[in-house]
């Protein structure tokens, strides 16, 4: 008898958060993950929906946090820095699948949306 995983669903944002804590690899904190999803979707998104976001993902298991080293320009502060876990990865992986299959074949009705 196979145990199959139950379903990882992901919200479209949640997508876009994950998608560029990947993107940035060793440098992905609020900030940084803001900017991306700014430069390359040119949707804006403020700095509390992205926190809150990280929030519930790392309550999912979907990311892990680190602190960074203390910075001058942070006033000695640390940032908290993210990174994709393997749970988080395979959602992305099941939610853009899913999203590509529904799309699939649909070119002309695309295009005309």
């Given at each position: 008898m196979s145990h199959k995983s139950p379903p990882l669903y992901?919200?479209?944002?949640?997508i876009l958060i994950l998608l560029a804590?990947?993107?940035l690899a060793d440098d992905a904190y609020g900030v940084t993950i803001r900017d991306e999803i700014e430069r390359e979707t040119r949707r804006e998104a403020t700095?509390?929906?992205i926190y809150k976001t990280l929030?519930?993902?790392d309550?999912?298991?979907?990311v892990a946090t680190r602190l960074g080293a203390p910075t001058p320009e942070r006033g000695g502060r640390r940032k908290k820095l993210y990174r994709l876990t393997a749970q988080g990865?395979?959602?992305v992986?099941?939610?853009l699948g899913d999203l590509r299959r529904l799309?699939?074949?649909l070119g002309s009705e695309l295009e005309a949306l």
């Open positions: 992901l919200g479209e944002f949640e804590v990947v993107r700095l509390g929906a929030g519930r993902l309550l999912k298991g979907y990865g395979r959602a992986r099941q939610s799309t699939r074949g």
